[in-house]
């Protein structure tokens, strides 16, 4: 009785729920159907490729995590200007592209790097490239996977109570005690949870490895059903290979759901309110110096390589402005569909007092987490194949959907706890208001959502600006976005082009990452006549 009645909108979360269902169920069913009709054996190392894919996934956590705990450790307790700004900078990335960082450390470190120039230049000799390999790949996903790990792990240090706080300083407690018996206490119910989503994030990941594999040696499954589809047309060895990791998602995340769930934080963090001794802040001071250096200088040397090598000559090229536009046009498309797609089943779920109806409606949405990028890309591409429509027409509607359907997870972490949180405080009012529903969402629901819709609109159009994974399957020469155009420059030796790429594909997802959540939250408070 408290919560407004609402079975319009229960009722057309619970369509889209099944129809997002009855998708992902006929791309599965074309994976399972080309698995049962194979005839012959596949050549494809399985066992090899999973425990590749396991250790540098496992490896990536454990470390990830490390950085995150001392990262957030630094941030909770330094005072600086321009904190607000480097807190940002971690927050970013969770959309900043992989390929992107992929690139910054082979122009750091890689063959012809700065590194090597310089050694070259000054002593006459060169080093071996650190940038390929298990380590190369380690790097960057620890670059990006531990500033998401700090982020999150700020916040849970942010919640810590005042008044243990007090008790701690009252206490004389020195930085290693308030850790041990104040910070940890407060960090290790995240961790699990935590740890299971970089491991699927580095078990999942393509184009890091795709760029820094070095060789069959460091081939992970993602990359291996690009090869088995794109380059072998072994589409036995790929649903194979894609099974293989539905089965690991799948049963990380079942083990992760006994976890406590890892709230979002990408607002504003709490000033530190705890100063400690000289040698723990310079240790602090020495974490945070590294952990931006690491961070921001392969970013920092993809402009400067971008804006200095053949930004001129890239955007003097005709298919440069046929990708941007097939990139910018996708990206819209994908975050306005899966703003649509996260509002109908949140408002649904919002609406319903059944926790199994809750739950029923939410899962079709977390759909990308058992099935990532690339299996995701192999299933509609079998789908297509089988129905006979030609592959070039329907690749744009098929990139869009694809690309919707992995941001809707982030998209339904964002809304629906505020969307909860305002109809369960507001939900008497609600009601004695006699408000229809579409009445209740622009007064009430749409002006208190404003940022959370601009930063889900964020993440989806950076998500899919820089994805390569559902691309990849799909991309011709006339069909073609940003990240495809920069692999394919790549492939050709044209590193300039690729660099001037990567520096462009870098400022739109900071633009637009920092820009739609404030238009959008302007919009939503704008007076109305």
Not at 159 to 168: H, M, T, Y
Not at 392 to 414: H, Q
Not at 444 to 452: H, K, N, Q, V
Request: net charge positive; with cysteine.
């Amino acid at each position: 009785m408290i919560l407004p009645h609402r079975p319009l909108r229960i009722a057309t979360a619970a369509i889209l729920s099944l129809a997002i269902a009855a998708l992902i169920a006929s791309v599965l069913w074309a994976i399972f159907a080309a698995a049962t009709s194979a005839v012959a054996p596949s050549r494809i190392d399985i066992p090899h490729l999973l425990r590749m894919t396991t250790l540098q996934a496992g490896l990536t956590t454990g470390l990830s995590l490390i950085v995150g705990i001392a990262l957030a450790w630094s941030l909770n307790r330094l005072r600086f200007p321009g904190r607000d700004l480097v807190v940002g900078l971690f927050a970013a990335a969770i959309v900043t592209p992989g390929m992107v960082v992929a690139f910054g450390l082979l122009s750091i470190w890689g063959r012809n790097g700065w590194i090597n120039q310089a050694l070259n230049a000054v002593f006459g000799v060169t080093v071996e490239s650190p940038a390929y390999g298990l380590g190369g790949i380690l790097l960057a996903h620890v670059i990006l996977d531990g500033a998401f790990a700090a982020r999150i792990l700020l916040a849970r240090l942010d919640a810590i109570p005042a008044n243990r706080l007090k008790v701690g300083q009252s206490l004389a407690l020195s930085a290693g005690q308030r850790f041990r018996l104040i910070d940890w206490p407060a960090l290790r119910g995240s961790l699990p949870g935590l740890g299971a989503i970089i491991f699927l994030l580095a078990f999942t990941s393509f184009p890091i490895v795709l760029l820094l594999g070095g060789g069959p040696a460091n081939q992970t499954l993602e990359v291996a059903i690009y090869s088995a589809v794109r380059l072998d047309f072994d589409l036995i060895g790929a649903v194979r290979l894609a099974l293989t990791q539905m089965a690991v998602c799948a049963a990380v995340i079942v083990l992760a759901s006994a976890f406590t769930a890892v709230p979002t934080a990408l607002g504003r963090s709490a000033q530190p309110t705890w100063s400690d001794s000289r040698f723990a802040r310079a240790l602090q001071g020495l974490v945070l110096a590294l952990s931006v250096l690491g961070f921001a200088l392969p970013l920092i040397w993809v402009l400067v390589d971008g804006v200095v090598g053949g930004f001129g000559r890239v955007v003097a090229q005709p298919s440069f402005w046929q990708a941007t536009a097939t990139s910018i046009g996708i990206g819209a498309a994908s975050a306005v569909l899966t703003l649509l797609l996260a509002l109908v089943l949140a408002l649904g779920r919002a609406a319903a007092a059944n926790s199994v109806a809750r739950t029923l409606l939410g899962v079709p949405a977390y759909a990308y987490l058992a099935v990532p990028a690339v299996v995701l890309s192999l299933g509609f591409f079998l789908l297509v194949r089988n129905v006979g429509l030609p592959l070039g027409a329907v690749s744009p509607i098929v990139v869009i959907c694809a690309n919707s359907l992995l941001a809707l997870p982030f998209a339904m972490a964002t809304l629906a706890p505020p969307l909860d949180a305002i109809v369960r405080t507001k939900g008497k009012l609600l009601r004695s208001l006699n408000m229809s529903g579409w009445a209740q969402f622009a007064r009430i629901e749409y002006p208190l959502l404003g940022r959370d819709i601009g930063l889900m609109l964020a993440l989806s159009f950076c998500f899919s600006l820089g994805d390569l994974g559902v691309i990849a399957l799909f991309g011709t020469q006339d069909f073609q976005t940003l990240p495809l155009l920069m692999y394919r420059a790549l492939g050709s030796y044209r590193n300039n082009d690729a660099a001037a790429i990567a520096a462009i594909l870098l400022i739109g997802t900071i633009v637009a990452f920092v820009g739609l959540p404030r238009l959008i939250e302007r919009l939503a408070h704008a007076p109305r006549q």
